[in-house]
């Protein structure tokens, strides 16, 4: 492979002894593996070590963003791979990286993977979460993270490609990893970026964001074809939105709210909320619906409820 054809893999990983052995082993394929430790306190180091020599500790800062920037600085091959220590890369996707890239197509400069999110011990396949796309392979100083958000992707300079094969994400693993990520780093960042970008604060928004996340998960994005698994996360993403207003709301000093005019009006915004819910239960069971007399008659009952 010659040296427009090399690839180096930048792993983040704090406190990650559980899960980057087999991150690490993934990738033992590639000549430059490249740890970014921030600062872990667990045996992540000695892990590490196994693999590479090429191991920077930084401090753990929440814009986690900032330290994968760091490491993609020290890569010396043509080509990047960005990974976190809880994702895993196929030797399915192995070929098809060592494809693209040694019969690189002039002009492009990065490529979209798709992930397979495995949540609380099942690959969850709707509710926004497959195939949800990711830019981790693109050409040495052509992509870094902005630094704004922790939710961010890479920006390329250029064209880009779509690769087919997935990264492998062992996600949330238990309710207490999910919370303490909600409340320690996604809800303050996401609150953060709300406000930056001019958010103006409405209290009924402590009812609306998170029944909005929940129609969206369970039925715009079909949520429900994963059972009780996409239940439960639709409805844990919803509180990770109430959350995010909490925190806005924390931002706003507390802000206090006529005691009358909570009721009044979170009694309109519940009401609201059974409307809508009523009408994605009904426009998702048309779908299991098969005799067309049914259909119709489904379709006219829709619109006669309220």
Not at 40 to 59: G, M, N, V
Not at 112 to 117: F, Q
Not at 244 to 270: C, M, P, R, S
Request: charged share 30%; aromatic share 14%.
């Amino acid at each position: 492979m010659n040296k427009k054809n090399t690839l180096s893999v930048v792993v983040s990983v704090f406190s990650g002894e559980k899960v980057l052995d087999e991150c690490l082993r993934s990738v033992s394929w590639i000549k430059e593996i490249i740890v970014v430790n921030n600062s872990s306190t667990d045996k992540t180091l000695e892990i590490a070590r196994k693999y590479t020599d090429k191991i920077f500790t930084r401090p753990n800062n929440l814009m986690l963003n900032v330290n994968k920037n760091f490491g993609f600085s020290k890569a010396s091959s043509d080509w990047i791979l960005s990974l976190d220590a809880d994702e895993r890369v196929t030797p399915e996707l192995k070929a098809e990286i060592e494809s693209r890239i040694k019969n690189y197509e002039s002009g492009i400069n990065g490529f979209w993977i798709p992930r397979k999110n495995i949540i609380f011990g099942k690959w969850i396949e709707h509710a926004g979460w497959y195939p949800d796309p990711q830019l981790r392979l693109f050409r040495n100083g052509k992509g870094k993270f902005p630094e704004e958000h922790v939710h961010e992707m890479v920006k390329v300079e250029g064209d880009v490609g779509h690769m087919k094969n997935n990264i492998v994400h062992h996600n949330y693993e238990s309710i207490s990893q999910f919370l303490n990520k909600v409340s320690t780093i996604y809800g303050p960042n996401e609150a953060e970026q709300l406000i930056k970008k001019g958010y103006n604060f409405d209290w009924r928004d402590a009812v609306r964001f998170p029944v909005k996340e929940f129609l969206s998960r369970f039925f715009a994005r079909e949520g429900y074809r994963d059972g009780f698994h996409g239940l439960m996360l639709s409805l844990l993403m919803a509180f990770y939105h109430l959350i995010v207003f909490a925190y806005i709301w924390e931002k706003h000093n507390f802000k206090q709210i006529n005691d009358g005019e909570i009721l009044a009006e979170t009694k309109k915004e519940i009401a609201k909320a059974s409307k809508d819910l009523f009408f994605w239960f009904s426009k998702e069971e048309a779908k299991f619906i098969k005799n067309p007399l049914k259909q119709i008659f489904h379709k006219i009952l829709r619109k006669i409820k309220p």
